[in-house]
């Protein structure tokens, strides 16, 4: 397997802008250009885009209005966990040795089709996300005593590690007592433990050993790969208070890089809910199981960013295709030292971990600088 | 790069039927289930969906029905070439040695959106394929000669091809001069020289050397692969009388299969129109450009199958997401002798052309077997 590594990244602000698809990506990927002096569009083989959008060609729609003639381009969509199976489509082509260089770029409208899951009957009325969270919520709860004010410290750390990244959505902070007391919109959820659908588009380039060292002095390597599918309907989860998914993934993104999760500095997970970010630090094996709710409460006390340090999805914002591209530019920055005041110091090994409706797929990520 | 086979196939019969989505991927997929009795669902680390549905979360629904958990697993777009495009990710997947054993299942239904390439505003009021077939048609006619006999002699052998395939849409012959007469659509386009869209789904199982063994006796080694894409929009194609994104593709895959036109034995072209078909055999370098309309001429009196064997999309019909999945069924058959009526003698290497949107893109492949 050919060595691949993430090179340079673009992104567009994080809005509820009414704004086309192709215009979105066209933003990321100019972004990408400016910030990579010595990339031409010559060199790009491949371009995917990803979304849940319907607009039909969009990769070469991309690849027009940006000036690329790519080799290989196509859209690629899993609700999502659309941006990292695309990232990792396009390492698989330059591992192969079919491509050498890759433009990734996801991006979602505030509207987008992938909201709800209507394919999935199993959950009746209830196919809005806010249903199988507050399902996750309740039986972490009652597991392992997961209180409503360790939800509230989930979302009041990643709107705070949020205000240091421009790219996001909110620009505010909440204290833990505002989320508490937000809308509730089950017995478990609140408003403010809800990431928000928006607007935006993020950008990744990925490029072969070889390729790299036009491109970047430091580059970021994509050392493991992890991916499962359980199944696409919500019924199927064995067990509400982990993601089977996810440990599996990890597991293998582990295996794959040769790594413990005592090796990760920082890590990106998608915290479509608050309980998510609880259940996921647990089973990527950061902290033992039925403790997430102390370890986040441990990084809100300590001012600790390793979790989420662009504020995650609560905090920045959920364009639903954009979203795994989005968390693997903040590793890459993070491992090249260029986060800014979001900085992590001696940030080594990365990981990425997104997932999708209910965690019945995850795919991750580890990074190495 | 790993070698890649392909290893077995399903394929549903094409119809008008008002059937979903998911249904039709499922039946192919049981189809190749059938055919292949020593794979288990457990075997599966990859499935991808190629369609233009706008149904989410397709890939990780089809698993779930199938029983399948798989590792990998999302959906691909790129309008027609999506097929080809979702088989040659997989590829990269096995190649690069992410995964050893991947189920692509292609599916299109009669009124799917990506019919009419919506974003193509330079194409006016015309954007139907119908008048980007008709600026070809007029442009070949004019350097070439190419008269309307010889674009009814391409419908003609390709119906006449579908009759010994089970799972063509069409089920009878139509003379040159029906096709002549058929209904005209513009000034050089006749009904009868269109593919029709349609409800269809197509399935093949790709696998690693050491996979392979397990899985059948008889692999089909894909040796090339070669894809460009151009643009999205049609007026930025320079010639109308060729296909500049086939001849690229084509160069690509002939030189990673060290092989030459003459070698190939059997091939699937794009005959979206039958303009398509004279334009192609040129550009994949079959006869000199320019002759296309004679050496369809050639094969159809001659009654030689070699071109469109299963009678292309003009006879089998045009479930777009599953066309060139379709197109790599029918060629690993003939390369594994099991083609039934429509077995070439001594085919060993085959080709797949298959390409999007007045060939802005395309995709080409190269089989061995």
Same mark, same amino acid.
């Given at each position: 397997?050919r060595?691949?590594?993430?090179?340079g990244?673009g992104?567009? !602000?994080?809005?509820?802008?009414?704004?086309?698809?192709?215009?979105?990506?066209?933003?990321?990927?100019?972004?990408?250009?400016?910030?990579?002096?010595?990339l031409?569009?010559?060199?790009?083989? #491949?371009?995917?885009?990803s979304?849940?959008?319907?607009?039909?060609?969009?990769?070469?729609i991309?690849?027009?209005?940006?000036?690329?003639?790519? !080799?290989?381009?196509?859209?690629?969509?899993?609700?999502?966990?659309?941006?990292?199976?695309s990232?990792?489509?396009?390492f698989?082509?330059?591992?192969?040795?079919?491509?050498?260089?890759?433009?990734?770029?996801?991006?979602?409208?505030f509207?987008s089709?992938?909201?709800?899951?209507?394919?999935?009957?199993?959950?009746?009325?209830?196919?809005?996300p806010?249903?199988?969270?507050?399902?996750?919520?309740?039986?972490?709860?009652?597991?392992?005593?997961?209180?409503?004010?360790?939800?509230?410290?989930?979302?009041?750390?990643?709107?705070?590690?949020?205000l240091d990244?421009?790219y996001?959505?909110?620009?505010?902070?909440?204290?833990?007592?505002?989320?508490?007391?937000?809308?509730?919109?089950?017995?478990? #959820?609140?408003?403010?433990?809800?990431?928000?659908?928006?607007?935006?588009?993020?950008?990744?380039?990925?490029?072969?050993?070889?390729?790299?060292k036009k491109?970047?002095?430091?580059p970021?390597?994509?050392?493991?790969?992890?991916? !499962?599918?359980?199944?696409?309907?919500?019924?199927?989860?064995?067990?509400?208070?982990?993601?089977?998914?996810?440990?599996?993934?990890?597991?293998?993104?582990?295996k794959?890089?040769?790594?413990e999760?005592?090796?990760i500095?920082?890590?990106? #997970?998608?915290?479509?809910f608050?309980?998510c970010?609880?259940?996921?630090?647990?089973?990527?094996?950061?902290? !033992?199981?039925?403790?997430?709710?102390?370890?986040?409460?441990?990084?809100?006390?300590?001012?600790?960013?390793?979790?989420?340090?662009?504020?995650?999805?609560?905090?920045?914002?959920h364009? +639903?295709?954009?979203?795994?591209?989005?968390?693997?530019?903040?590793?890459?920055?993070?491992?090249?030292?260029?986060?800014?005041?979001?900085?992590?110091?001696q940030?080594?090994?990365?990981?990425?971990?997104?997932?999708?409706?209910?965690?019945?797929?995850?795919?991750? +990520?580890? +990074?190495?600088?």
């Amino acid at each position: 397997m050919r060595k691949v590594a993430l090179t340079g990244s673009g992104l567009t !602000k994080f809005t509820k802008e009414d704004i086309s698809i192709d215009s979105l990506m066209l933003l990321a990927v100019k972004s990408l250009f400016e910030s990579m002096p010595n990339l031409s569009q010559k060199d790009i083989d #491949v371009v995917l885009t990803s979304t849940n959008d319907n607009t039909k060609y969009l990769s070469s729609i991309v690849s027009e209005i940006s000036g690329i003639a790519p !080799k290989i381009s196509h859209s690629v969509e899993s609700l999502c966990n659309s941006g990292a199976n695309s990232a990792i489509s396009a390492f698989s082509y330059i591992a192969s040795g079919l491509a050498d260089i890759a433009l990734v770029v996801g991006a979602e409208r505030f509207d987008s089709p992938g909201l709800v899951l209507e394919w999935d009957k199993s959950r009746g009325q209830y196919k809005h996300p806010i249903y199988w969270s507050s399902m996750f919520t309740k039986s972490h709860i009652r597991k392992y005593g997961t209180s409503k004010e360790d939800l509230a410290i989930v979302s009041a750390k990643n709107h705070k590690n949020a205000l240091d990244n421009p790219y996001a959505y909110f620009e505010k902070t909440y204290s833990v007592d505002e989320i508490m007391n937000s809308k509730n919109l089950t017995d478990d #959820v609140r408003l403010l433990d809800c990431s928000l659908p928006c607007s935006g588009s993020a950008a990744i380039l990925l490029a072969s050993e070889e390729a790299v060292k036009k491109l970047t002095d430091t580059p970021v390597w994509i050392t493991g790969i992890g991916q !499962k599918t359980l199944s696409a309907g919500f019924t199927k989860n064995a067990e509400l208070a982990s993601m089977e998914s996810t440990i599996d993934a990890a597991s293998m993104a582990y295996k794959m890089a040769k790594k413990e999760p005592s090796h990760i500095d920082v890590a990106e #997970v998608h915290d479509a809910f608050s309980i998510c970010e609880i259940i996921e630090v647990e089973d990527l094996g950061f902290i !033992k199981k039925g403790k997430g709710n102390e370890f986040v409460r441990t990084l809100y006390e300590t001012q600790d960013r390793r979790i989420n340090p662009r504020g995650g999805l609560i905090g920045a914002g959920h364009p +639903l295709g954009a979203t795994g591209i989005a968390q693997i530019v903040e590793i890459g920055q993070q491992l090249q030292g260029k986060a800014g005041k979001r900085q992590m110091s001696q940030a080594e090994v990365g990981l990425v971990q997104n997932m999708s409706a209910a965690a019945t797929s995850s795919s991750v +990520l580890i +990074l190495q600088s």
